[in-house]
């Protein structure tokens, strides 16, 4: 008795020793992990942020000087800037409502099909669809722009032109008529991004004996699993890909540049806050001017994006 009480005691002894240095040891490794992430972060998100947020009062042409102007770029673009209120705005709402929330639906709507079907066909349509994501810039040449290439070569004209349907060939990536529609069409193509992969992940873990007690409660359908079931189970998922699809919306605002080749786009037709940023940035030199337009699609989107967290947050 008394060997195993002497046992006891050094054991309690040995743990008060080890626990404090596991805790410093554990403490050091979470940094140690954190750092590189945190870091990168910095320089990368932080302080281009501060510095666009600093330039945004400011009249800078990358060459000379910045001088500050105060509030002057924001006051120009909310009451002089024309283009921004009749086309980038407008544009912007109509572009980032299809694509972000059409993106975001269409994706929920994939996932849980691709959900329904066994695993090896599965993996090689969620391979199909997520690879566009990658490869949108490449394809935008080497497929996008002669498909809708605006002679008699483009794969759209010439299957019009054979049809009867055109009697000669469309510049569609030229016509302010059709820019727009294109966009969309093409940034859709590309949405099934990472918020695609998160939402089908979490519908294939989402436990079984739900949907079996679930039946059980009275529920009869498919919409009805869903609804109950579903959306509630993955709601982290579906928050990331609200997220990711509000993001790639506006990430993938210069595709109408991309297409047209042109920045102001055709007309204004494809115009975005992005590309109106850019056009001033790039085209005219006016940094200071541009970094306030930045700093107000910065503002957009962080506003949706809280919109999201509120909407897909767990409610205690």
């Known amino acids: 008795m008394k060997l195993q009480e002497k046992r006891e ?13 596991e805790k410093h040891v554990d403490r050091h490794s979470v ?3 954190q750092a590189p992430f945190v870091i990168l972060f910095i320089l990368f998100i932080i302080i281009p942020v501060i510095i666009a947020i600093a330039l945004s009062f400011t009249d800078f042409n990358s060459i000379e000087k910045p001088n500050f102007v105060g509030l002057e770029n924001y006051i120009n673009i909310l009451t002089n800037d024309n283009t921004f209120t009749e086309f980038a705005i407008p544009n912007t709402i109509v572009y980032s409502v299809i694509v972000g929330v059409g993106g975001y639906l269409l ?26 994501s990658m490869t949108a810039g490449i394809m935008l040449s ?6 809708f290439a605006g002679d008699k070569v483009g794969y759209l004209n010439a299957l019009l032109l054979k049809l009867d349907v055109i009697q000669s060939p469309i510049t569609w990536l030229s016509d302010s008529r059709y820019l727009m529609m294109i966009m969309i069409i093409v940034s859709l193509w590309s949405s099934m991004g990472i918020g695609f992969l998160s939402m089908l992940a979490g519908i294939l873990n989402v436990n079984k004996e739900l949907y079996e007690a679930a039946h059980i409660d009275g529920v009869r359908n498919r919409i009805q699993e869903i609804i109950y079931i579903t959306i509630p189970a993955i709601k982290p998922h579906m928050m990331f890909g609200a997220i990711m ?5 506006f990430q993938n605002g210069s595709i109408g540049v991309q297409l047209s080749g042109a920045n102001p786009t055709p007309g204004y037709a494809g115009q975005l806050i992005v590309t109106h940023a850019e056009e001033y940035a790039f085209v005219r030199y006016e940094m200071g001017y541009s970094a306030a337009l930045s700093v107000i699609l910065l ?16 409610k205690g």
């Open 9 to 21: 005691e050094a054991s309690f002894s040995l743990r008060q020793i080890v626990s404090p240095l």
């Open 107 to 132: 994706s929920f709507f994939l996932a849980w099909s691709l959900a329904q079907i066994p695993k090896g066909p599965r993996t090689v349509m969620a391979i199909i669809l997520y690879l566009p």
């Open 142 to 147: 080497t497929v996008w722009q002669v498909f």
């Open 299 to 314: 503002i957009i989107v962080w506003g949706v994006s809280q919109l999201s967290k509120k909407l897909f947050a767990e």
């Open 245 to 249: 699809a509000i993001v790639n919306a």
């Open 31 to 33: 940094f140690y992990m």
